[in-house]
């Protein structure tokens, strides 16, 4: 078998020493997880090709990989044994910027650094994720369609994604949306002005879809392109704080409805700390300064009549936050709103931001309703009380997702793996609130581990169709298999 992959991928891009292979067992997952065979590293899609091709023939697990560090989900590590992990953190090239269009390709392997380093140069930006980590890869991100800080420039639930080269799971390869009624070779559509913007089709089908949100069980994506935004020439995060989370629900959606804001997200006091301490200390100390609840809006000026635009919007935004009673801001309790966005912009290198104040964490995410935040929020702590888990370290993020349509509500329950019999509890608990969530209608789209069976169970038909689907595109089901349906 080693032989065979070195045929592929070269002599050096085939890794089977034990300490490497343990490192992509490690993951803040509590599913049973099984150590690599192999680790494979292509640099090249017509390498990823061959492998998918190899492992139908021979009937391997395949598991994509394309960010380093700390594995936060357990989508990305084995749920089987006797897998070969593909990791593309190698495929790491920005295969073009284009200004007009406001698009880039990238790789699987390109980061969140080296991407907002690029663009920095051609005075753009890309909507990130909430302070990913150093490794994180931008394409994966978008992939499992992690909530964007700014909510009013998504078009479609999973911008900026637009097109992407994938092979399929039974070996084909092909691109889709606009790219696909192009020659398959990137610098000849560039060349005949095609800039991959249109995410639609093939024909009659979004095939970009079934890669979103699928933990990599479908295909193996090469390259991607992404839309972007011009960068802001003046920019304020203001903050404004409450007492309970009632009191900025209503602002939020008139916020959301106005399309005033760039950035629009909530914080607790638990959260906040979490972000923007340095050590458990601090966080402690932070806790206790930092209000119960913050609600950070951000407000842009761009190129054309910048400070006109951008005097414009934060007025408005002040006066619709003082008719909800809400005082907006530049700072609250010693922290600028400033300060906050480059924190929440960033990324974190070093120890996971999230595991600084006790050193690991679990999180429950879903989709949800402005209106039921709530409710959600009473039955989580009701439920940690019931397993003696402080309450007040319970972090709460809530962002507004495609132009508001839908809520993404994240719980974050930081905890000591070292500590006397703290895992199985924790384990416990965050299956009870997984369950309590999902009874009172919240939406796992992003169905990682226990939640796929809680999920798709709800649904006979489409766990059906997409079993269904997974048959046509991997027949073999050799992509991550222990995931989603299969």
């Not at 994509?64 to 593309?88: A, C, F, N, Q, W």
């Not at 990130?128 to 992690?146: H, I, M, N, R, Y």
């Not at 402080?390 to 905890?415: A, C, K, N, W």
């Not at 796992?444 to 689907?469: C, E, H, V």
Request: some cysteine; hydrophobic content about 40%; glycine content about 8%.
């Amino acid at each position: 078998m080693k032989n065979s992959l070195q045929a592929i991928c070269g002599q050096a891009g085939v890794i089977d020493d034990p300490r490497v292979l343990a490192s992509y067992k490690e993951a803040h997952s509590f599913d049973l997880l099984f150590e690599p065979r192999f680790i494979v590293k292509p640099e090249n899609a017509g390498q990823v090709e061959a492998l998918v091709k190899w492992a139908n023939k021979t009937t391997t697990p395949l598991i994509p990989v394309s960010s380093t560090g700390v594995k936060l989900r357990g989508d990305s590590v084995p749920g089987v044994p006797e897998s070969i992990v593909v990791d593309l953190s190698g495929m790491n090239t920005i295969l073009n910027v284009n200004r007009q269009q406001r698009m880039v390709v990238v790789e699987p392997g390109v980061t969140y650094d080296a991407l907002n380093g690029e663009l920095a140069k051609y005075n753009m930006v890309i909507a990130g994720s909430l302070k990913p980590k150093a490794g994180q890869s931008v394409l994966t991100d978008v992939l499992e369609a992690v909530p964007r800080l700014n909510p009013m420039i998504q078009w479609s639930f999973f911008d900026p994604l637009r097109c992407v080269e994938v092979t399929w799971g039974d070996g084909t390869r092909m691109y889709t949306g606009e790219a696909a009624g192009g020659p398959m070779d990137l610098k000849t559509q560039w060349e005949k002005q095609m800039w991959q913007v249109q995410y639609m089709g093939p024909w009659m089908l979004d095939y970009y879809r079934l890669l979103t949100q699928a933990q990599g069980s479908m295909g193996i994506v090469t390259w991607a392109s992404l839309k972007t935004a011009v960068k802001p020439l003046i920019h304020q995060l203001y903050l404004a704080e409450a007492r309970d989370l009632g009191q900025l629900t209503d602002f939020v959606r008139q916020a959301v409805w106005t399309r005033f804001p760039d950035e629009l997200f909530i914080l607790n006091g638990s959260q906040l700390a979490n972000i923007v301490g340095q050590t458990p200390d601090e966080i402690s100390k932070l806790k206790e300064s930092f209000p119960p609840w913050i609600v950070a809006v951000g407000a842009a000026g761009r190129e054309l009549v910048p400070e006109l635009r951008f005097k414009a919007r934060s007025e408005d935004l002040m006066d619709i936050a003082q008719s909800f009673g809400l005082d907006l801001r530049e700072g609250i309790a010693n922290l600028s709103g400033n300060s906050l966005y480059k924190e929440v912009t960033g990324t974190c290198a070093g120890v996971y931001w999230k595991d600084i104040y006790a050193g690991s964490h679990q999180n429950v995410f879903f989709l949800t309703q402005l209106d039921k935040a709530s409710c959600f929020l009473g039955a989580v702590r009701e439920i940690a009380l019931r397993y003696r888990y402080p309450v007040e370290d319970i972090g709460v993020y809530i962002q507004p997702r495609h132009l508001g349509s839908s809520y993404h509500m994240e719980f974050t329950f930081p905890y000591d793996p070292a500590g006397p019999g703290q895992t199985a509890r924790i384990q416990e608990m965050v299956k009870a609130v997984s369950f309590s969530v999902s009874e009172l209608g919240g939406y796992f789209s992003r169905p990682y581990g226990q939640w796929a069976k809680i999920q798709l169970n709800k649904d006979a038909r489409t766990l059906s169709a997409l079993k269904k689907l997974q048959g046509i595109f991997d027949p073999n089901h050799i992509m991550n298999p222990g995931k989603l349906a299969v």
